[in-house]
Each structure stands twice: as structure tokens, then as C-alpha cells.
């Protein structure tokens, strides 16, 4: 697990939901793909917010009762390009739910262009939620209700 920040991260998200924040810009679509491919891969709940979104209303939630927080992890995404405002958004997030005791990560972007600092995150995230269907025993390939749900649209003539 040290030094494989895709495995790490999908041990420590095991059995929990996977909250994603990230900011509107650049990496907001990088959010909504690490969802996608946490849902597919591993079979699994996750969700994608934006850092203005979770400093605001969303954080609000973390102020309820402890003894009815649901099994989350959260992971935030960062980049080097991210706004003086964003960084403090996120730093502030990463102290308040570490405060609360969350399971949360700090993921970096690598890479000198944004290309490659988003694609780095992108392939983190695949690998991640790939490491976590297996260690879930899930085979990552099927799709099993989206065939079906195919094949409904196709009987109702709306394929």
C-alpha cells in the first residue's frame, strides 16, 4: 500500500461512500469521472461536490449528530493552478473534517501542463476504483443493469 496512492485510497474509502471535492475549475469534470468510475468499476457509491458547494451549505451537515454521519471518505483533489480562494477553501475543509474525524485524502495533481496534471488525477481515480472492485470481489467489466436497461429502451422502441 505505501507508495501506491491509488491503493491506499481505495482501502481507506472501502465500505464507505466516496465523497469527491474538487473545484469548479479545472478539476470539477475530474470529480464527476471519478464517480462515474467508482459506481462502474467497483460497484460502489460516490459523489462528486465543488469546493464552493462543500464550504458553504454542504459542510453545515458535518454540525449534525456524530452518531448519524453516514460511512464517507472523502477525497479532495487539488491542483496547482487551483485559486488563492480555492487553496483556502480546501484548507479550511481539510481542517474542519479532519477535526471531525472523517477519513479524508489529499490528492495532488502531478505534471507541469494541465493536461497532464488532469490526467493524472484521472488515472489515479481509474486505478483507484479498479483496486476497489477487487479488493471488494467484484469483477470491474460487467454492466450488467445498464445492458438491461438498454434492452428495455430497445423493447419500447426508444433505442
Known sequence: VEGNPALSLAEEARGR???I??????????????????????????????????SHNEVIAWDG??????????ALL????????????LDWMRERLGEAGVPMREIRSEGLSPVARIL???????????????????DPTPIASIDRLKRSMRQGGVA
Request: aromatic share 8%.
Open 17 to 19: 461512500v466516496l465523497v
Open 21 to 54: 471535492v474538487a473545484a469548479r475549475d479545472p478539476l470539477e469534470g475530474v470529480a464527476f469521472r471519478w464517480k462515474t468510475q467508482w459506481n462502474e468499476n467497483a460497484k460502489a457509491y460516490a459523489y462528486p461536490v465543488t469546493a464552493p458547494e462543500m
Open 65 to 74: 449528530p456524530v452518531g448519524e454521519r453516514p460511512p464517507v471518505a472523502f
Open 120 to 138: 493524472s488525477l484521472v488515472m489515479l481515480g481509474d486505478l483507484a476504483s479498479t483496486y476497489l472492485a477487487i479488493s471488494r470481489g467484484v
Open 78 to 89: 487539488r491542483d496547482a493552478g487551483e485559486t488563492p480562494r480555492v487553496a483556502l477553501r
